[in-house]
């Protein structure tokens, strides 16, 4: 486990426990608690960087390539065509890729909501239900 120390606002991570001790005894004191992950300690404090924003064509991009997109349109029509409801994984992708092209609109990069679920998961449910009488 690493152990944050802080002397004169500098930080030092160490693991070592007697490397710890000496440390301690030369004034070293335990850094407050890492916040996060990706924090970085600056100028004497934890800070946590902002999320990362994306435009919505690059939020959907980083979930599922141009084909994948296609295929699951391909899956819903075929479905339709069946006959059949589009399952609860299928529905609820459905909505998701809907709402990023509503999204789409205003370019602005912000933070979006994951997928309810992979192209692996949905495709998976769409070819099982295409496979029942």
Request: proline share 9%.
């Amino acid at each position: 486990m690493t152990t944050y120390l802080i002397s004169q606002g500098q930080l030092r991570a160490e693991t070592d426990a007697e490397v710890i001790a000496n440390l301690k005894r030369k004034g070293w004191q335990d850094a407050p608690a890492k916040p996060s992950q990706d924090a970085q300690w600056t100028d004497g404090a934890w800070v946590v960087p902002p999320a990362p924003t994306y435009t919505p064509e690059e939020w959907t991009s980083q979930h599922f390539s141009p084909m994948q997109v296609s295929a699951l349109q391909r899956f819903e029509m075929a479905l339709m065509q069946a006959g059949k409801p589009l399952g609860p994984l299928m529905t609820a992708l459905k909505a998701w890729l809907e709402g990023m092209l509503v999204a789409s609109v205003d370019v602005t990069p912000r933070t979006f909501d994951s997928p309810p679920c992979s192209y692996e998961q949905a495709s998976a449910e769409a070819v099982s239900s295409l496979s029942q009488q």
